[in-house]
């Protein structure tokens, strides 16, 4: 069961992209209670929590993208967005989203879903 995430591209720095996960039909009936995350990976590095949601709408995000990067959740559309603005050539990574039946986790291995990732690219 994957979740399908989408929205990624080519952008310029100060740019903005806006990123959707979405819960395929198996889980949409389990989708609300869940929390949602967005992790990044660049190449090289390790993967990284930027922003979660929880059910009750919740939210956390790295320090790296406080300010910039804004996590929502439409529960009856079964979608989780990321707005990222003011995006800079250090936000440039596969991002993945990621759904866990825990209130919150920085761990990869707690989650219980993984979508398939959506490259960002930002030129500088």
Same mark, same amino acid.
């Given at each position: 069961?994957?979740?399908?995430?989408?929205?990624?591209?080519?952008? $310029? /720095?100060? &740019?903005?992209? @806006?990123?959707?996960? !979405? =819960?395929?039909? %198996?889980?949409? +009936?389990?989708?609300?209670?869940?929390?949602?995350?967005?992790?990044? $990976? /660049?190449? &090289?590095?390790? @993967?990284?929590?930027? !922003? =979660?949601?929880? %059910?009750?709408? +919740?939210?956390?995000?790295?320090?790296?993208?406080?300010?910039?990067?804004?996590?929502?959740?439409?529960?009856?559309?079964?979608?989780?967005?990321?707005?990222?603005?003011?995006?800079?050539?250090?936000?440039?990574?596969?991002?993945?989203?990621?759904?866990?039946?825990?209130?919150?986790?920085?761990?990869?291995?707690?989650?219980?879903?993984?979508?398939?990732?959506?490259?960002?690219?930002?030129?500088?």
């Amino acid at each position: 069961v994957q979740l399908q995430a989408s929205g990624g591209g080519l952008v $310029q /720095a100060g &740019g903005s992209v @806006r990123l959707s996960c !979405a =819960a395929p039909r %198996s889980i949409t +009936s389990v989708f609300s209670p869940l929390t949602i995350s967005w992790y990044r $990976q /660049a190449p &090289g590095k390790q @993967r990284e929590l930027v !922003a =979660a949601i929880t %059910s009750a709408r +919740s939210t956390n995000y790295a320090d790296s993208v406080k300010g910039r990067f804004t996590i929502s959740r439409d529960n009856s559309r079964k979608k989780v967005f990321l707005q990222m603005n003011s995006l800079e050539p250090e936000d440039t990574a596969v991002y993945y989203c990621a759904a866990t039946s825990r209130t919150y986790s920085s761990h990869t291995e707690e989650y219980d879903y993984w979508g398939q990732g959506t490259l960002v690219t930002v030129s500088s």
